[in-house]
Each structure stands twice: as structure tokens, then as C-alpha cells.
């Protein structure tokens, strides 16, 4: 079926209003570098497609195979001019105000930015410190950081691939966070992304308050979690784990959704950080959550979590089925807590300096084969340490389901080989096999092939 | 089951900010005069129970017996002190923004506005000019009348009871004129009166638009149709005739969904005022619109009025199932016409002062029997006093069906009495036959029992 | 000489910018209303002759002979249509912004708030309280009222036609009360009413605040004291006594500036309102202040307070001779008790609600030959009392001196006569006699010509 | 005499709230450069100082001898520890807004933005197109360039020890430039540089407007030059060619008041580009204005023009004597003619990115003996590189004459030596003798001793 398409050319808002002829002669010499021109065609694609409903990104070019975006010079500064685009990003011909913005936001954040960090001597991605100012630089460029907006920041994870009863269940968590005054920041895309968004922005409303919604993606999950418009700031991160650093350094507590794997990468992210001995005594509100339905789901990654990281990571985090407002209510108290602890260590309420994440989880973790076979899955590690090779497990398994390149490396390779001690990869196994018997490692509507092989489990 | 509730005080916002000694001592005095203080009781109970479905302020009444509500004098000014309050309105202890808003609202329309109105010597409600003055007033007073904000109203009607389907339609429909930058103006109250502006919320939340959500609300339907805290510009009107003018007054254009009988007066109303001779040229955009389901609704309605008042009134509206793109796009183009013709005769945008509403749509009906009896409903009259005539028929019904003082009559005297000549009388059976039917007279869960018996339709 | 003139029309801003059709005609009937008219057009005239130095009304109209000024029907409204105006309040064809704000300042307060006054019944200007809320409503209804301000509102008094030094003086008191926060209310016109607004004005561009320069004035002054185009918020009272009524229940504190008999009137309306028994404790700062060459003139009002109404009238108020800084110092700190008391009483910080004004000093004084004659001025009347009746003999001097009506009364029938006993006369003639020889009767250039004829002085 | 000082803390405002560790831990670091931390307390104090006339730095010092300042780590960022400061800067112990802006400004420029510009790769001050980015992005990180702002930006330029009677014209030129909605942008300091902002205040404040008041100033002259707390938007670019370029890149037209070396030396920049080939068609209104007295003043720099540089130079200015109107109106419609041509080129209006400006202009000039020596003063030069030259010896001049540098200097070697054809150095010496004469040399209560010698002038 042909898809209705639109050309058309918009005007930058925001930063981007003003650029120096220098700034410009590079935007429009971004057509010039294949591999950053790809990435942003992709994520400005991903953009304009949202609402609809696709699983990966090759599908979505393949829809529109003769979409291009490139910008051009025009009066004072630059325009983008686009071809090919889906029609649903416009209303009677004119694109829609928040998609808009999301464009520029991926301009900035993937061309502009990165040209910045590159040109910049001062960022140095070799040290743990240097990584951080990075995600820093991106966050206060984007305008997300802001010293008067208190502590108020709720982060929301969860599946994007959530049943009616789960999703109904975030937009209740969502709606009652809202009018309690918490913003929302997610992981962009549908689902457990989109709910608490949806939720809150009724909460806000009836609260006379306005909301912000936060959105941070990367390059290569955005077309598969498109941003919603009603997120109004999109900050697209250089890669996942500079994501989740973002997410862990501005969100003053998480509520966590059912998901699959990526829910259990991103519980397991969480976990390694907090198990950091230095962050022993800091204060981080950790709430799992979903309908009476999602119960056996948690009590799963519950056992595992004390199977394998033991007692003290679960001490971490409290589950919560099926009362909207008690999440809210323990979200507001354990806020409270954070609030208290920065104001008595004098760290900044916008981003949390006190947090200490290991080097290891913030080196890119390239999910090939090889490494995920030399990923070291013993017991006996340090807690954190083996919280962050367990999260790399994971995400090489979400790779494997959901992202373009990993998909790819699957049908060429086959399934992922991952190894350990069997007190570990036991668990693991039973965990998988949960995920997959609850139809929660990809959509619901497919049928699912491993993308991996678990051995030493016996 | 005894519902939960709450005691508190609560502080003034807006108009009522800055009083006078003499104001104040006005306010205070509300206790005294039984018959205002009632009403505004009544409505402030039923702003405060929004969200929780009801049919009638009686049974509202007897949930909350403990209720009270009166002004206090406070430093500076009053205080409104409540007890026995649905703790519904309240989170952790404190009141919903939008929910002391609404309050406040009640006060300045009930009791500071009349007390205004009855004490302002210019104010003559013996004449057209007089009426329109009051609510021209009335609105002003609220901060509705807006001389920046060009033409961009719609009004939507329909009925607060209606199907889910036909709910999903209004929300997709509001959707549509919010991503199109249209504010939406209602009645209050549930199913079509909530949908378009939740849709429409969405839609100006993507467009990144600060929408304005009327409701124009009366004492007598108010608790059965309580605002949504989305609401976002409560306004009270005294008596049901000027919160129609109201809505065509400061409409630009009007959407109806389906409804039962109050839908029908409110479309018998409009057409009689369109139907004026003077207002032969006014160009107003009134769309029918439901899903596929609904079609059958409004072919009735349609042949009805072709049947009674002809095919100029037909040709006033146009009806349009299953398009929400569609309606946006007619009442767009709709509303074009509408400021062209402003700017031609140089009228206000903010108030339709060009419109002739005849006295007859003015004044107050009250549907007792009596003059439920003395209504002329034969044919040969003046379309647009035939639809003035209609439209209190209708009106009465509403009375009988879920308004508390109607409702009393009906227990009291029987079912009121309806006479005229057939080719009025049959069709007007025949399609209130069809209402009945379809589960239209009430609430869906109840059996229907006719407030109303036809003479004359044999 | 001719005086360049200008015809134009102005379109209306702020609070006319919504009428009724029936507020519209009213206006627009103003062309009938003779009386009402010439107070319209004189007021309009005076406005638009800011900056240019006059000391009467009469003079002004010579100097434009064909000035006429009407509201005329327009799209949506009204519109000023104006011709023969000076074309000094004008910028290339385009009237300065601050003098159209003026202008629709005078059309709101002289012609619709008169009207609304008139036709609502519940204004009772027979009693203090009906006067009081008169005072009020004319305030709230410019805006002037707002209840988030906090204590800050310095109201400046003295002459306009006053020495540079004086005038720098004022200059540098209003920059150093601009400094810290405070805004400024005078009584419109040049010298002592024009200077602390000037100097406040740069004070508050350094510290980065938008200041607010209240004007208040009345149709009998503004011609010899029209309002600086920097005054925001322009009133205009019916008569003096409100204005002065208006100018002790906004202002949170005084400075009188040196002046002449006006001047002189002030402090005597002020001291009998803080010597009324009911006032004693409520604290009201008031400070005298003038560069060193004023200070004879302060030493010569204080005695001749300490000689007529006593010590307790001077402890109500300090002296402080050439120390800017000192001033506003002072006032910072006898505002802060004014906040004190106000929240431990209760009241609004917005309108002095607890001071109590005598109804003598709330009735309008008209200084005809007889009225001046039948003062009462004996010794061992209640102070306060006794104070009225002293500020009504300067009122009328002032009248004699500069009001247009004044000047003809006295040019027809001769000087005032004043009687009373001889311990209050004697100090009255010194006084007066000074204020001649310092040459602060009328404006300098002019020889001065006594208005008055004191009998009892002997 | 000890001069009264204060020490305080003070906390950053705007682009400094939010900081990363790394820019913290470099600020922290200051005291560590000696030279950066001298510029930086320089300039600071100079700021501190504004409102007390001085003519040079050196002085400054002496007066406040334990003057410090410095960047001390607090809760979640800076603030600024200082000792020693002008007591003058303080209200009631408390920093005025204005000053504590300047110094935040202060800081933003002299160490954050140095070091951004040092650590960026990006920056290459070899190439004029380099330079030109580096002025756009102090602009910028400023705050200065707003996309929204139109071409209504006027610089004014002239000396600051002027006569009462020339400095009241440049008030009185602001007063009309305010008035007709035109921001202001000067070079900080006093006499003709604050003159038109105290006007066009009092202009803007009669319209309604919020004015924006830039300062661009510099490390060499702040101290000469202080800043006026009425500036809005304080800028200090590293050196004199940068400023010198930021007010003809972002100012849309000049105009030149009275002054002396200086102000000669900035005709001849302005001249030396828009004589430039590539400038030839270029609108850029340039007006030199004074009250009668300054007349013959005009009229010798005209005639210096003419005899140096030619007829084509005379044409691109016009000079208006006692007319502030006429300047304010003329400037107005050459400001027209500079809308309409960006708009013709689709060149932004916030920067002048047409207009081309030689490398010789933008590269620093030391006023070294040898480098004043050197200058290429012979006649047959294309006309823009002699107007760059002439405009590098009066450069020097300036230095000889007020900064602390150029002072020294001359007190260790003795005068400059100013060589050149006698063509050029007969006017230059008619026009510096016409200078000293009349008393433009330095401030005018001291004895003028000339600091260059004129060689072939005979």
C-alpha cells in the first residue's frame, strides 16, 4: 500500500534561530558525511512517523523509501527541506507544532551538538568525569536543566509492547503523578513511554499546571519508539548508555512498568549503579509498578534479582500492584528524601553530581557477537559489577529483538551465545523463558525466535 | 456506602481577589437569603463531585448530607469554608486547582455577579436589548469576552449519555479542531460535553497551543452535568435561556453530536434563531456529526425537520458521519466565511452582536404543566416561532427527565401533556418514539417511563 | 502664536476595549451631557498637554481654540476622534503611547465610571462607608488595586511650582526611594509631583524594576497639573476629597516636598486624619523633606502646626532637611511597621481599610466667598476637627490661587474673607505672609496678588 | 581620604546558574592565572565603580586598595566572594541589581567565554571570517542577538568628558531616538555614552516600551568608561577591535556626538569600511550631531576628511547641528533603507554578516612607539587602508591619553612619533591642535601635554 507523503520545508525554532555563517556552511555540509546524514535522516524519519506504530526501522524506510531531509540556506539561516515525508506529521498541509520542534531537536542534538563536542577540547570520553560533562553539555544545550524547577522529576520506564490493562494501568500512575505536581520523563515511544505522559498532562491540566514532558532517545531505537508530540523536549543522546545516564542524573525517582528485556536491562542499569558502594547511602525512590495482571511478572524479576544480585538490591526498590495513587503518594515521600539529602550535601536539584556510575556503565557496550560471548556472567563479582555485565546481557538481547543493526546480525550470525555460572545463567534461563511464555519480548501480534542461546545454565 | 469526605477552607482567586468592605459584608450575608444560598450550594457541590457520574442533584444531595458551604471573612477579604466535601475533589488534603477555580466561579456567577446585576439600575430584562446586555455582562465578568483572540470558537452540544463509540467520535472530533487551533466551548457535563475537549486538549498540546475550555453551565443542570476540571473558564448563568444565547453569542460556529432530547431543543433553538428573518444572511456553521452509528440519530432528526419546519431550516446545517478530519476542515472553512463577515460589517469577533435572537428565545420557560399544555405547536406559523415553540417542548422533557425540579412535577402531576396539529404532533412523536428506542432518554442503564403524553399526533 | 495642532483618532486600550452596545451609546451620547462634556474634553486637553508649563485651564483652551474630542462608533467599538489637539503629544503623526493611555484613563474615569457610579444603586455617598467604597470601586476599577504588591507605595506631595534646587531634591529622594524597591504616587503635574517619579525611575531601571508611577488627580487641577506621560497608571477622583481620600488609602507612606498653600492643605488634611482618636496607634509614616534652602520654610509649617494643633500633631510626622538617603531610610523602616500592623490587624496591604476618615474631611468643600467665610476657625475645637476646617481654608486659597473657577469667583467678588479667633489667625497670616515673600503663591515668574483677607489675625 | 567599602558574596544570574564541575573546577582556578585574574578584577571593579567619574584605571586602584574578588565554590555552583568593594555599588548593604548583572557579565566574558573560545578548535583568529565568528559568538552567548528584533538598533558613539551643553543634546538626540522606538547601544562610560541612554529611558518609558540599553566595552577602557547600571545587556569583548567590529555588526546605524581622539579615531573605522569596494552599495546610516557649540568641532573633522580621504568619504555621513529631532527622523528613514536591504539579500537583521570588513581592521594594533612609528601615513593609499591607518594613529593617541598602558608608557619613553606625507599630516596636526584647543584632549579641569609628536607635517 502506497503511504500519503508530503514535501515541504520548515523554519528552525529555538537555538537553531541564530547560527553564525560558519554553523550554517557545516548544518549544510552534513550531506557530505554519509554515516551522520543516515543517522539523521533515520531519527528525523522516526520524528515525522510518530503515532504510527512500527517495530523497527527498516520497515519504516521501506515505507518511505523516497523520504530526504537535508537543510538548506535560506534567509538569516538555514531551513529544512524535506521530501517523501509521511503525511500524518501535517495538518491540512502544515507540519504539527511539536513535530516540528522534534526535528530541530534532532538537528541540534545530532548534527549540531556532536559537532560541537567533537570541535571542543574539553571533553575528554576517556574518563568517567569527562563522559558525564558530555551528557551534561547535551542536557543544558537542550534546555532541560533548570536550577528553579525543584525536585519534581519522575522517570517512567516500562515496555512499549504492553497490554491495554498495563498501559491503562501507566496512564492511572501517570494521571496521579500529574496532579501532584511531578513532571514526566520517559523514553519516548508507545506503551509504558506514552501512558504516564497522557496520564499526567490530564493530572497537569486539572492542576492548572504546565507540565513538562521529557523525551530521551537515541539513534537507534528512536524509530522504533518515536517520540509522541506531546513530549515538548526530545533530546536525542549519541547512545544508550548516555541515555541512561541522563535518565539517572536529572530523574529524582524511577517508576518502572512492565516491559521484557529492555524493562529488565534498564532495572538491572539501575541496580548496578545503586549497588555502587559509594551510592550506598543515597537516597533514589525506585517503584515498581503495573495492574494485578503484571504481578507474576515483577515477582519474577524480583526472584532473579535476589537469586543473583541477593538482598541488598532488592532492598532498592519497592513493588506496587495496582494502586495509582500509593505509587504517587510513596514517589512524593521518597522525592522528599532526595530533596532533603541535596539540600543538606549542597548538590544541584537539576542534575546529580553525588551519583557515582562506574566507567563501566558508560562505555558503549557494542552488543556482536564476540562480546557478547566474552561477557563475564560468574558469581562471586562484586554486586555492582555483575549488575552491569547482566544489564549488557540484556541489551544485547534487545539489540537482538528490536534494533535495525542487531536484527541484521542475528539473520547473519545467528542467536547470541551468552555463558556464565550456572547460579546465574539458571535464573536467567527461567527469567527468558517467563518473558517469552508472557509474549513480552516483542510485539504481541508476532511470533518470537530467540535471538539468543544461554549456556552453563544446566 | 458512606462516601468519603472532607472538611477545609479554601482562598479566592481572580475577580474576587480585591473586595469591597460592602462586598464582603454582601458575601457573608449569603446565609440569610435561603433561595441563593441553596443554589449556590447546589453548585458548588456539584463542581466539587465532578468526575462522579450522576443523573440528578438529589441523589447528589443525599451522598453529601453533611455539605455546607458559606463564605468567611478572612484577612484581607473572604474565605469560602466547606464541610462534608466528596473527597474526590481533593489530593492529599488539598484541593484540585481546576476545582477551586470552578468554586470560585460559582461565587462571582451566582452570588456577586446577581447581586450585581439586581442592584445596577441599567440592567432591563423586560426587553431583547436588556437580556443581551446581562449576558454580554455575565460573560465579560468572567474574563470570556477576549478582543485578541479573532474567531476560533466552537461550540460543541450533545448528550452527556451517549455510547462509548459515539464518546471515542467527540474526543477524535475535538482532536481535530485542537491540532486546527480551534478553543472548544460546552455545556459541562459528560460524553459530549467532555470528549471534544479532551480530544481537543491532545490536539493543542501537539500544536503547543494554551486552549481555552468554556463551559457554560446553569443551577438547574449543573449538577447533573458537573464540569471537567479541564474546564478552564467556568461561566453560571441564572436561567438556561441566556446560557443559550451565551453559546451563540460567542461561538463562531457550532458541531452537535448525538444526544437525546436536550439535544434536539438545543438544535430547535438554534435553528429558530437561524431561521430569524434578519439572520437569513448570518453566516453560522453548524455541523451534525456522529459515528456510523449515530447515522440513523440524525436522519430522524433530519426528516423531522424537514418535516415541521422545511427545507430552509435543512439547509442551515450540513450532517457528517464518520469524517472527524472532515468536520474540522467544513467548520474551518466555516469560520473563515464567519470573520469575513465580522470584518465586512465591522461587528466584534468576541460577541455575535449582528445576531437577532427574538424576545421569545429570551425569556425564561418553565415547564409546568400548565404552560407545558398552553404551548402552540400548530402548523402555519413563522418557521422560527414554530422552532421557538418546539424547541420548549423539548425543553420540558429535559425538565422531566433529569432536572431535580422536573422530575418532582412529574411524580407529582403526571406526565405533562403535549398538544397540536398532527403534521406537527406525528412526527414529533415519531421521532421522540425513536429516542426512546435507542436508549436515549436517560442514562442507558435505566428503564425510560415518558415524562411527557402526545395529544394531536393521531 | 499659533500652536501646531494635530487631528486623529485613537482606538481604546485596557479595560474600554469591551463594551456592550449599550455602554457604547451611552458614550457616545457624552456630546449631549454639556457638564459632562467640557470636564471630558478639558481633562482630554490637559492630558495631551503634558510637558508644556500652564497654570490654568483657561489659558490652555485659549491656546487651542478648536480642540475638540468625541467618542465616535467603530468596528467593534468606539474610537476618540480628536481634532485641534497639540501636536507636542505626538511623534511624527502618532500619539506618544503614555498620553493615549491617558487619554482612555480620563474617558474611563470621567465618563464611564461616573455613569456606572450613577446608575448603581448601591453607592451611597451620604455616609462615609458609601464614600469610601466610591474611592475604592474608582481604584479597583483602574487597576490600581493589587493584592500581591506588598507595602510599597510612597506617596510624594509639594508644589509644582517649585526652586531646581527643590526640584533636584525631589529628584534625588525619588532615586534613592526608587532604589529600594519602593513605587511612587503623586498628584500629576511638574515640580515635586514630576521629580521623585524621575528620580524613582532610574532607581528602578538600576535595580531592574518595573516601577509603578500612579498619577491620581481631578477634573479642577489637571489643567494646571497634567499628568507626565510616565505616570502608568493615571486616575482621575470626581473631586478632591476623594482624590486625597484615595492618596491615604493606597499610600503606604508620605513625603511632602516643600510647596505653598497646596502643600500647606495637604499636611493639614493628613495631620486631621491621623489626630482622629480612632487613628492614634495605627502607624502612618510621614516625612517633611527639602534641600537646605527649604528648611525655613518646614521650620515656619512646624510651628505654626505646634502653635494651632499642638505637640501631638507634630509627633506625627519628622523633618528631615537635605539627606536623600536619609529619607528613604526612614520610610523603608516606618513601612515596615505599616506591614506589621496590617498583618496583625488583618487588613488588606492594598487599601488602608482601618484608617478612619471623618465624613467633614470626605464632603466635597466648595470655596465660594460664603462657605470661606463661615469656616469655623476658633481655638479648642477637637483637633482633628479643627484641622478640617484649617485645610479647608487653604483649599480654598489654593482655589483663589489656581483653579479656574477660583480665579473667576475671586476676579468677580473680590478676596475670600477668613475669620476665626485670634491664636489661630495670627499664625495662619504669618504663615501665608511667609509663603508670599518666599514667592510660593503662584508661579514665580508672577507677582503675587492675595486671594483671601484674614480677619481675626489682630 | 578612605573611600567607603563593603564586602560581600554575590550569586550568579542567567548563562552562570547552571554550570557543569569541569567549568566550575576552571573557575575556581582563576586565581591561578595572574593575568586573566588582573583583567578580571579590573574590570570588575570598574563596574563596581560606575557613577564616579575617573579617568583611568590606575587611579581605581589606588583608591581601593583592597579590592578583591573571586569565584568561590557554593551550593550547586559559584558565587563571587568580594572584598574591598565601593560602598557606592550598594544599597543598604545589598549590591544593585544593575552592577551585580555587570559583574556576572563581567565574568561570562572575560573567563568563561575566553575559555570556551581558547578550548574550541573550531575558532581560528588568523582568518577575518574566524574573527567575525568569534565576535557573533560573544554576541550571542551574551544574549545580544535576538532574530525577533528588527533593525532598530542604533549605536552612538562620542567622548565622555563633554560639555554639560553637549552632553544635555545627547540626551536630548536619545530622548527622540527613544521615542521612536529605537534601542541604544553605546560604549559604556560617561558623557556621550550615557546621555542617549538616560534620554531614549525616559523616551522609551513615555511610549510604553521596554528599551534595551547594550554596552559594549573592552578591558582597556572599562575602567575609563564604566558601565552605567541602566545598560541592560553589559558586553566586554577581549580587545578594541572586536568591540569595534560588535558595534557595526549588530548596530543598524550611528550616531556621533562631540568628543575627541577617540571619537576621530572612530569616524575613521567606520569611513575605513564603508569605503570599502565591496561596502560601496551597503545602506549604513552614519549621522554626527551636536548642539550649536559643537559646530566648528564638525566641521574641522569634515574638513579633515575631505582633505585626507576624499569626497566619496564626506558622502556617507551627514552632520546635523542642534536638530535632535531631525537626527532621530533621518536616522529613522535610513534605517528603512537598511530593512529593506537585508530583506533584499536575505542577510539577517541581528548581524551585519554583508558588510566586509578588511583583516587590517580586525587585527589588534599595540600602540607600541615602534608600532605608532611605523604606521603607513603616506597619501596614494587606497582610501580604506589609509582610513585604517589614520584611525590606528588617533588609536594610539587614545591610548597615550587615558589607558593605563598607553600612559605608562609614555611616562618611561616619551611622546609617540607619528610620521607621514605632508598631505596628510598638515590636517592631522591642524585637527589634533583643534582638538587640544579646544580642550578635547582629556578630561577638561586638567592641563593637556601632548603624547605623540607629528613628523612631516611641515
Redesign the interface.
Known amino acids: 500500500m502506497p503511504h500519503d507523503i508530503i514535501n515541504t520545508r520548515v523554519s528552525p525554532m529555538g537555538a537553531l ?2 547560527l ?3 554553523e550554517v556552511a557545516r548544518l549544510l555540509d552534513l550531506g557530505h558525511d554519509e554515516g551522520l546524514y543516515r543517522t539523521f535522516r533515520d531519527c528525523a524519519l522516526a520524528v515525522l512517523n510518530c503515532g504510527n506504530e512500527s517495530d523497527d526501522g527498516k520497515e519504516l524506510l521501506r515505507r518511505y523509501p523516497s523520504f530526504d531531509i537535508l537543510p538548506v540556506s ?4 538555514i531551513e529544512l527541506a524535506i521530501t517523501g515525508a509521511p503525511a500524518s506529521a501535517f ?2 498541509g502544515e507540519m ?4 516540528r ?1 522534534h526535528l530541530f531537536s534532532v538537528l541540534r542534538d545530532v548534527v549540531y551538538v556532536g559537532d ?1 563536542i567533537r ?4 571533553f575528554d570520553p576517556s574518563t568517567s ?1 569527562g563522559l ?2 558530555i551528557v ?2 547535551i542536557l ?1 544545550n537542550a534546555g532541560v ?3 528553579a524547577d525543584g525536585v519534581r522529576l519522575a522517570v517512567c520506564w516500562g515496555g512499549h509492547a504492553i497490554s491495554r490493562e498495563e498501559y491503562e494501568h501507566t496512564k492511572r500512575v501517570g494521571y496521579q503523578l500529574g ?2 505536581g511531578l513532571d514526566i520523563c520517559t523514553g519516548c515511544g508507545s506503551g509504558a513511554m506514552k501512558g504516564p505522559m ?1 496520564g499526567a ?2 493530572g497537569h ?5 504546565e507540565g513538562r514532558y521529557l523525551g530521551f532517545s537515541e539513534p537507534g531505537i528512536i524509530a522504533a519508539e518515536s517520540p509522541n ?2 513530549v ?1 523536549a526530545l533530546v536525542i543522546f549519541p547512545d544508550i548508555e548516555k541515555r541512561l545516564e541522563a535518565f539517572v542524573r536529572v530523574g529524582h525517582g524511577i517508576v518502572i512498568f512492565p516491559g521484557g528485556a529492555g524493562t529488565a536491562e534498564e532495572i538491572l542499569y539501575l541496580l548496578g549503579i545503586l549497588l555502587h558502594p559509594q551510592n550506598a547511602r543515597l537516597p533514589f525512590p525506585v517503584i515498581l509498578s503495573g495492574p494485578k495482571s503484571a504481578e507474576d511478572y515483577f515477582r519474577r524479576i524480583d526472584a532473579f534479582i535476589g537469586q543473583t544480585l541477593g538482598a541488598r538490591a532488592r532492598s532498592r526498590y519497592s513493588i506496587i500492584i495496582d494502586d495509582p495513587e500509593r505509587v504517587a ?1 510513596e514517589m ?1 515521600s521518597g522525592l522528599e528524601r532526595v530533596r532533603e539529602f541535596r539540600e543538606s550535601r ?5 542534575f546529580n ?1 553525588l551519583l557515582s556510575i562506574d566507567h563501566e556503565f558508560q562505555r558503549p557496550f557494542i552488543p556482536t557477537h564476540e562480546n557478547m560471548a566474552a561477557l563475564d556472567l560468574r558469581a562471586g563479582q562484586p554486586e555492582h559489577i555483575l549488575a552491569a555485565n547482566l544489564r549488557r546481557a540484556f541489551s544485547g538481547i534487545v539489540a537482538g529483538n528490536v534494533k535495525a543493526d542487531g536484527i541484521l546480525e542475528i539473520e547473519r550470525r545467528g542467536p547470541f551465545e551468552i555463558r556464565g555460572d550456572a547460579a546465574i545463567m539458571r535464573p536467567m534461563d527461567a527469567l527468558l523463558a517467563s518473558f517469552v511464555e508472557q509474549k513480552r519480548m516483542k510485539l504481541p501480534c508476532r511470533e518470537y525466535t530467540p535471538c539468543y542461546r544461554i549456556t552453563g545454565g544446566a
Open positions: 534561530e541564530v553564525s555563517r560558519a535560506r534567509e538569516r539561516g495538518v491540512d504539527i507544532a511539536g513535530i520542534e560541537e570541535s571542543n577540547g574539553k568525569a558525564t560533562d551534561f553539555r543544558r536543566l533548570r536550577a496532579l501532584r497522557k498532562a490530564v491540566a486539572k492542576q492548572r499546571i508530540p506531546i515538548n503518594r512524593i549542597r548538590d544541584a536539584f537539576h553530581w
